[in-house]
C-alpha cells in the first residue's frame, strides 16, 4: 500500500494541520483508531444493544482524524437507525484502508529520512 492507494475515504491534511504536523501524534491517533475499529467493528450488530453507541462514538473518532464519509455515515445511521450501519461499515472499511496506506507511506519515508 502507498499514497496512491489512498481514496479520499480521510483527509489527511486536516489530520496533518489538526496535529499541527506532529508526526510522532500523528502516528499514535491512527494506531487507536486502528485499534478502537477492531472493537466498534464488533458492536456494528443491529440485532445488539451497543450498536447505537459504538455508531456515536465512531462518528466522533472518525471527524477526529478527518475521517468525514464515515462521519456523515454514522450520523445518518443514528437518525436513520439499524438500517443504516451497513453504510457505516462500509465507510469505516475505506477509511481503514486509507489509514493503512497513509501510514505505509509514512512508515516508507521514515526509512528514507536520514538519521542524525
Partial sequence: MARRDLTG??????LESFTAGD?????????LFREQAAIWSVLLDPA???WRDAVHT???AARGI???QLG???ARAE????????AVRDALD???ADVAAYAHERALQSLRTPRS
Fill in 48 to 50: 445488539g444493544e451497543g
Fill in 58 to 60: 465512531i462518528k466522533g
Fill in 79 to 86: 437518525s436513520e437507525g439499524p438500517g443504516g450501519i451497513d
Fill in 94 to 96: 475505506l477509511a481503514l
Fill in 72 to 74: 456523515d455515515a454514522c
Fill in 9 to 14: 475515504a480521510v483527509d489527511f491534511q486536516y
Fill in 23 to 31: 508526526g510522532e501524534v500523528i502516528d499514535e491517533v491512527l494506531t
Fill in 66 to 68: 478527518g475521517a468525514f
